[in-house]
């Protein structure tokens, strides 16, 4: 099993950055994908974006390529994404994810088997 916990969430402005952090727990060695997703009140979760654990590569959703970056740092079992010029369109729940070699394209919420309990991102205009 792996544990997801997710950080860095809160109230900011729009056109401000903010980090949020998912910190993974368990055994992390069977962990071939992370990815983060967002749920905006009444709307379904979407991909946001996605990192190979290994090779660092990445995927973005078209809707926040050039504002949002992924990153990993294994040593510290830990993925982060970062995210500038906030719009008041990203409010929602960010969600981590994590994968261990599951066929599904990196956007697609089946290929992640565990999930974490999510942290609020809200940008007022």
């Known amino acids: 099993q792996v544990q997801l916990v997710e950080s860095g969430g809160g109230l900011v402005q729009a056109g401000d950055s903010l980090t949020l952090s998912c910190a993974a727990s368990?055994?992390?060695?069977?962990?071939?994908?992370m990815g983060w997703f967002r749920q905006a009140p009444g709307k379904e979760r979407e991909f946001v974006a996605a990192i190979s654990w290994s090779g660092g590569s990445t995927n973005y959703a078209d809707s926040v390529k050039g504002r949002v970056t992924i990153s990993r740092d294994n040593a510290k079992n830990t993925v982060y994404l970062q995210m500038n010029r906030l719009k008041p369109e990203d409010t929602a729940v960010y969600y981590c994810a994590a994968d261990r070699s599951r066929s599904y394209s990196f956007s697609s919420q089946r290929k992640y088997e565990y999930w974490g309990q999510g942290t609020q991102v809200t940008v007022s205009s």
């Open positions: 368990g055994r992390t060695a069977i962990i071939d994908v």
